[in-house]
């Protein structure tokens, strides 16, 4: 039996997911100029390594972005204001949730001008709604820089607790673990 961790056994592109307010999706050829915007951004990319230039972006984000297993997109009245994705981490950055750096691990992007209302949370847990439906008990992972009040403060909010600190990108780093709940019978 091998210890490797494969793609989860679920459809994809799952069919579009709603929420109250936001429709998380596939990503189209509409959605374009929003990845650049971003990739680009210095206040999106802050703890992130800092904005790639926009005539690199424009020369180098396909013409239909993101389409991958694991990343939504998130729409608002028919517009991506964000991005969240559920990628299984490589054994590079290997963890003590799971010594083999199999764990998904939770990210997202939202445009500057969405943040504060809520949104990231809202599609966040729709994604992990669908992962634990999709794989059932597996556990999900978050890092973010400590200094990041805003990513600290989502995840708490999601339930995430922590697993771990430490040091990465000359900061120190943080990585919560989150965990389906099921009902006890």
């Known amino acids: 039996m091998s210890d490797e961790i494969t793609v989860p056994p679920a459809p994809w592109p799952p069919a579009p997911i709603g929420t109250e307010?936001?429709?998380l999706r596939e990503s189209e050829a509409r959605?374009?100029?929003?990845?650049i915007e971003l990739f680009a951004s210095p206040e999106v990319n802050a703890y992130l390594g800092g904005p790639r230039a926009r005539d690199e972006l424009e020369?180098?984000?396909?013409?239909?972005?993101g389409r991958r297993f694991g990343l939504f997109v998130v729409e608002l009245d028919g517009a991506m204001i964000g991005t969240?994705?559920?990628?299984?981490?490589?054994?590079q950055r290997r963890s003590r949730v799971r010594p083999d750096a199999?764990?998904?691990e939770l990210g997202y992007l939202f445009l500057p001008e969405t943040w504060g209302r809520g949104y990231a949370a809202e599609a966040c847990a729709a994604a992990?709604?669908?992962?634990?439906?999709?794989?059932?008990?597996e556990p999900v992972v978050l890092c973010t820089q400590t200094a990041n009040d805003r990513s600290m403060r989502?995840?708490?909010k999601l339930?995430?607790?922590e697993a771990q600190l430490f040091e990465a990108w000359g900061a120190e780093q943080w990585m919560g673990l989150w965990s389906p709940v099921t009902p006890s019978d």
């Open 154 to 156: 989502l995840a708490a």
């Open 59 to 65: 020369r180098a984000v396909p013409e239909v972005p």
């Open 31 to 35: 959605d374009r100029a929003a990845f």
């Open 84 to 91: 969240v994705e559920l990628n299984h981490r490589d054994a």
């Open 102 to 104: 199999g764990e998904a």
């Open 21 to 23: 307010r936001l429709v």
């Open 128 to 137: 992990l709604g669908w992962f634990a439906d999709s794989l059932p008990g």
């Open 159 to 161: 339930g995430f607790t």
